[in-house]
């Protein structure tokens, strides 16, 4: 028969594996969550990015075309009134216009570019974060508990006998 030290210190020594087994599991199923979680954020930031540079170049393609226009207009009037100096100064001022609309399509569609950058990034950053804070079970810390309960179940079967006065 065993002595009820010998009991409890199996009883410790299978809980302390068992609890650490369950803590390392868990630890997994949050860093795959996080990790998965991640993944995800990242085929969003990346399909939105794609979705605004595909409205960015139909965007300037539009405006393009809206400029070839503009010149074959000018092209016709020209034609009828012969030309001269208002109708080049006018074209010259469209073209201005047209090429600034350009510029500031471009100069938002890098912006947009970069702040989608900056979300992947911080996606990322939060991401390690929390990977970082995930408790993983260490066998020493579940040595030390078995060496723990070891020590106390020793001590109280050591204690030295009270007697009565």
């Known amino acids: 028969m065993c002595e009820p030290t010998t009991i409890a210190l199996a009883i410790t020594a299978v809980s302390a594996a068992v609890s650490y087994q369950q803590q390392g599991q868990a630890a997994k199923r949050q860093s795959e969550n996080i990790q998965r979680t991640n993944d995800l954020q990242q085929m969003d930031l990346a399909r939105q990015h794609q979705q605004q540079t595909e409205a960015e170049a139909e965007q300037m393609n539009q405006a393009n075309r809206q400029a070839t ?16 100096n208002t109708v080049d100064r006018t074209e010259s001022i469209a073209n201005v216009q047209a090429n600034e609309n350009l510029a500031t399509m471009k100069r938002n569609a890098d912006n947009a570019s970069n702040e989608n950058s900056f979300a992947q990034l911080a996606t990322t950053s939060q991401a390690n974060a929390k990977l970082s804070t995930i408790n993983t079970p260490s066998l020493l810390g579940t040595a030390l508990q078995i060496g723990g309960a070891t020590a106390n179940a020793y001590a109280q079967t050591h204690q030295p006998k009270k007697t009565g006065t």
């Open 69 to 84: 226009q503009s010149k074959a207009l000018f092209d016709a009037v020209a034609g009828e009134y012969g030309g001269g």
